[in-house]
Nanobody
Framework: QVQLVESGGGLVQAGGSLRLSCAAS????????MGWFRQIPGKEREFVAA????????YYADFVKGRFTISRDNAENTVVLQMNSLKPEDTAVYYC???????????WGQGTQVTVSS
């Protein structure tokens, strides 16, 4: 069982940056692939980025490549999404997820709102 708590969301102007953090509980954190997803009201949750258990592999959605960076610290049980060059279309609730593979995420945080003003 993994419990996830996101933080770091907020309001930022276009072109600005935000750093989202996800704190995980549970001794098996380092076993999980960690990911970030986002959801706009009325739309399905979409994949943003993921990182393998070791941190050796990182995956990004095309629309964030070059702007967002995912990282993790297994000693601190945290995963971070650094978001730069934010655009108004990045506005969404961002969720942290944990799973045993890149295609399956079994645990979710409560989400954190990111709003980018134009």
């Amino acid at each position: 069982q993994v419990q996830l708590v996101e933080s770091g969301g907020g309001l930022v102007q276009a072109g600005g940056s935000l750093r989202l953090s996800c704190a995980a509980s549970g001794r098996t954190f380092s076993s999980y692939t960690m990911g970030w997803f986002r959801q706009i009201p009325g739309k399905e949750r979409e994949f943003v980025a993921a990182i393998s258990w070791s941190g050796g592999r990182r995956y990004y959605a095309d629309f964030v490549k070059g702007r967002f960076t995912i990282s993790r610290d297994n000693a601190e049980n945290t995963v971070v999404l650094q978001m730069n060059s934010l655009k108004p279309e990045d506005t969404a609730v961002y969720y942290c997820g944990a799973g045993l593979g890149i295609t399956t995420f079994d645990y979710w945080g409560q989400g954190t709102q990111v709003t980018v003003s134009s």
